[in-house]
Structure formats: structure tokens, C-alpha cells
Nanobody, 127 residues
Framework: QVQLVESGGGLVQAGGSLRLSCAAS????????MGWFRQAPGKEREFVAI????????????YYADSVKGRFTISRDNAKNTVYLQMNSLKPEDTAVYYC????????????????WGQGTQVTVSS
């Protein structure tokens, strides 16, 4: 069992940047794919990005939702047991609570394909 804690959210103007962190405790993340999701008020939790299992490296295969492709970058540092989401060129529609989670189904992109959810961090992008 792992515990995930998101941080780095805040208020930013459109076009700005923000980097989210997801720190894990209890277990090492090196053997697990990790994902970022977001949820806006009144909406379903939405897939954002996934980084695959990576052994002995900060690199891994990545996959992004079309809505964030080219603007967001997911990365991981297994030595630090941390996953990051670099968000550039932010738009008001990116406003949401952002969650990280551990992938439990290979190639899964649905919330039910993940577990060990963090508590979320609020990202607000103003116009």
C-alpha cells in the first residue's frame, strides 16, 4: 500500500505555468505506472496523463489526453519516489482538482484502472 500526496497547485493566470508533485510513501513507485487525473466541479474525473513503469531511470513511456498534449509533461524520479506534472500554457479550462494515482491495470486510462489516490491539489487558472 502506498500513500500519495499531491502538491504544487495554486492560482495562475492563463498562459502561465505550474508544476505539480506527487510524493509517495510506504512503497517505492518504480514498478508502477502512475497517472494524473483532474476533476472540475460537476464533472467526472478526467484522465490527464500517464507515465509507465520505469526501472532504474527517471524516464518512462508517456501518454496524454488530447486536451493537454503539447502543453503538459509527466515525469518521474524513482529515486525520490515522486511523479511530476509540468503544466505550461495553462488555460481556464484546466481549472480543476488534480489527483495522482497508481496504475493497477496495464494500459488503463479510466479512474477504475488506478488505485492509491491522493487527496488532490487545486489548480485555478484565471482569464
Amino acid at each position: 500500500q502506498v500513500q500519495l500526496v499531491e502538491s504544487g497547485g495554486g492560482l495562475v493566470q492563463a498562459g502561465g505555468s505550474l508544476r505539480l508533485s506527487c510524493a509517495a510513501s510506504g512503497r517505492t513507485l518504480s514498478s508502477s505506472g502512475m497517472g494524473w487525473f483532474r476533476q472540475a466541479p460537476g464533472k467526472e474525473r478526467e484522465f490527464v496523463a500517464i507515465i509507465s513503469y520505469s526501472f532504474g531511470s527517471v524516464y518512462g513511456s508517456t501518454y496524454y489526453a488530447d486536451s493537454v498534449k503539447g502543453r503538459f509533461t509527466i515525469s518521474r524520479d524513482n529515486a525520490k519516489n515522486t511523479v511530476y506534472l509540468q503544466m505550461n500554457s495553462l488555460k481556464p479550462e484546466d481549472t480543476a482538482v488534480y489527483y495522482c494515482a497508481r496504475q493497477r491495470v496495464v494500459r488503463g486510462t479510466r479512474p477504475t484502472d488506478f488505485d492509491s489516490w491522493g487527496q488532490g491539489t487545486q489548480v485555478t487558472v484565471s482569464s
